[in-house]
């Protein structure tokens, strides 16, 4: 068996108002290990946190979230997809935050490196996909993970866009992938809504591309934030 764990926008905070909501990440994360200690501890595990997983994107509250992500039951496969949040203040750009997303990142032995589209001559985000398999080597899943904040302006991540080159680069994956189920992963909400469309939602552009080829290359599930 393959168990895939998923939670979203835990927005670890280190103001004295963050407390409540910190302790409930902290109870978040302990059930899932407990959960999965008790349940399900002989299945091949990923828990998959899709963004915002910081409220301001600081270096006391990425450091507050390794200490939590830490805690998980070392058989779970822990895999992080960036959210506005975890870029900067929500709506602002920062470098730095980047960069701590992308440490934590590499700490988990996972590195995508979601901020090279502001390197120079970047031409986009390419997204990072895994396999996960069980342990009698017959079951697999395909997991997918989109960065809906790098084709942003600097000045608003809110909206969330993928972005041409990295749609291209999902399409091939898919197209290549077999018969192998497939989960795509990224924090802003993909999927078809009435309108008028929430401003924190996928770019309305996007989100059609995200829907014509999950129904096109028979997507199994969606892992989303907000």
Known sequence: MITI??????????????????????SLLEKISHYHNTHCA????????????????????YTKLQ????A????????????????????????????????????????????NKYNKGYPGYEPYSEKFTDSTGTTSVLVVYLNSCCEDGKEDFATGTIGMYQLNCLEKVLAERGDIPCILCLHHKPVDRAWPQ????LATED??????????????????GH
Do not use: C, W
Request: aromatic share 8%.
């Open 5 to 26: 764990y998923h939670a979203s926008d835990l927005h670890v905070r280190t103001s004295i108002l963050g407390y409540i909501n910190n302790r409930r990440v902290q």
């Open 42 to 61: 002989s299945d091949t595990a990923a828990a998959i946190l899709t963004g915002d997983l910081t409220d301001e994107g600081k270096a006391g509250e």
């Open 67 to 70: 200490t939590y992500l830490a």
């Open 72 to 115: 998980i039951d070392p058989r779970i496969t822990v895999r992080v997809v960036p959210g506005n949040h975890d870029n900067g203040s929500g709506i602002g750009f920062s470098r730095q935050s980047a960069v701590s997303f992308d440490q934590l990142a590499v700490n988990m032995g996972f590195d995508p490196q979601f901020i």
């Open 198 to 201: 929430f401003v924190m939602d």
């Open 207 to 224: 989100r059609k591309a995200i829907v014509y080829l999950v129904k096109k290359y028979n997507v199994g599930a969606i892992l989303s």
